[in-house]
């Protein structure tokens, strides 16, 4: 009996020794794993910082592009103005220029009648004196 128990034992032993034989290998197994996962975490954290940086570029980029087209669309739209009041301007000289004008050209056929009747009684004189001399 005595025999047997300490066979068990022994058994037992064994069986307790390939226990912490599988364990001392799945505590380095284990181990490894956890290395690898904090190595695949520091990758992605790597990867996120990256991606953060080229997001903060892009970001940057769009921002100084935005600033400069509204930048360019306010110049475009001062110009406009700048042309709208010099159209203005132009049209009221025009419109003036046009008067004028008008003023000028009728001032031009008043004299012309009255050239024109001048030089009838210039001629009628004429012949009465030629007809007295």
């Known amino acids: 009996v005595q025999l047997q128990d300490r066979n068990e034992r022994l058994y037992g032993l064994g069986d307790l020794q390939e226990r912490m034989e599988k364990l001392a290998g799945s505590k380095t197994d284990l181990s490894a794993r956890v290395v690898f996962s904090e190595e695949e975490k520091l990758k992605i954290s790597k990867d996120l910082v990256d991606l953060q940086i080229e997001t903060n570029k892009m970001k940057e980029q769009y921002e100084t592009e935005n600033f400069e087209l509204k930048n360019m669309v306010l110049a475009l739209e001062n110009r406009v103005l700048e042309l709208e009041l010099c159209s203005e301007k132009v049209t009221g000289e025009r419109d003036a220029l046009r008067e004028r004008l ?20 210039y001629l009628a004189l004429g012949k009465e004196l030629e007809q007295e001399v």
Not at 102 to 121: F, G, P, Q, T
Request: proline share 0%; hydrophobic share 35%.
């Open 102 to 121: 008008h003023a000028l050209e009728s001032n031009r056929k008043e004299l012309a009648d009255e050239y024109i009747i001048l030089k009838s009684n």
